[in-house]
């Protein structure tokens, strides 16, 4: 298994050449958010559809 420090380190080489700490760090803070989202549905924690779709339908009236 790889270190977290490994796939930060290939997370910014994948990165154009370009980059700025702005962007490098938002790029961690996205990857950061994605991971939690996804370590919270494995533990059960996420909402059904339906529920987008009802809590969604308050701001998408016609």
Do not use: A
């Not at 790889?2 to 700025?20: A, F, H, R, W």
């Not at 370590?39 to 308050?58: A, F």
Request: aromatic share 4%; no cysteine.
């Amino acid at each position: 298994m790889q270190s977290i420090k490994q796939k930060v380190i290939e997370m910014i080489q994948s990165l154009p050449e370009g980059v700025t700490v702005d962007d490098i760090m938002e790029e961690l803070y996205f990857r950061l958010q994605v991971d939690e989202g996804l370590r919270e549905l494995d533990e059960g924690k996420g909402i059904s559809h339906e529920e987008v779709e009802k809590r969604m339908s308050k701001w998408l009236t016609k």
